[in-house]
């Protein structure tokens, strides 16, 4: 029999149970790791949906945060110094984000376990531009265009064949707050038989 410890006492359990257990707990770590990766792969393939503020770091970003460690007596272990104490990693990205008006997204607190981790991630600029915008800023092959201002149907501009459409009954609606006074919508007639 094994003891284990609850909060108001022990309780008497069988060894193969507590074995069991653990083997369960070290495989299910073992399984979360992998699904916390496999969701970090797919957050960072739809990295343009993100609601990150966009960061250029400085070029002295890394010794800015060293000066942030030292003023807080982290100096021992270099920056390899292990972020193990809660309230310590607390305190510590919280100077960095005063001092360089950039804070750790909470998705990725957990990554911060060295002082180094902290460096790193002060030092990688955050770029906020959805791909389509990106795209402008590029010069294209002469055989590619891309149209950003799409043209709307609308009988009563569209002259190119006398404000006659493809789609007799279809109307085009605009129901986007966004665009609505871009866009001029258009409501088909319909012949009832």
């Not at 343009?48 to 460690?69: E, G, I, Q, W």
């Amino acid at each position: 029999m094994a003891a284990v410890n609850l909060r108001k006492g022990f309780l008497l359990v069988p060894q193969n149970v507590v074995a069991n257990l653990q083997r369960s707990y070290a495989s299910s770590k073992q399984t979360k790791a992998k699904t916390l990766e496999a969701v970090g792969k797919s957050i960072a393939s739809k990295g343009f949906l993100r609601p990150n503020k966009p960061y250029a770091p400085a070029s002295d970003a890394a010794n800015r945060v060293r000066t942030v460690a030292a003023n807080l007596q982290m100096t021992k272990g270099g920056d390899q110094r292990q972020l193990s104490n809660l309230e310590e990693k607390f305190k510590f990205l919280t100077a960095c984000f005063q001092e360089l008006q950039h804070g750790v997204p909470n998705s990725q607190v957990h990554e911060m376990s060295t002082v180094a981790d902290v460096i790193a991630f002060y030092e990688r600029a955050v770029d906020t531009t959805v791909p389509l915008d990106a795209l402008k800023r590029i010069d294209l092959p002469e055989n590619l265009h891309i149209q950003y201002e799409y043209l709307r149907f609308h009988p009563d501009t569209d002259t190119k064949f006398n404000g006659k459409t493809a789609f007799p009954k279809s109307s085009t609606l605009v129901t986007g707050l966004k665009y609505r006074n871009k866009y001029a919508g258009h409501e088909a007639k319909r012949s009832w038989p």
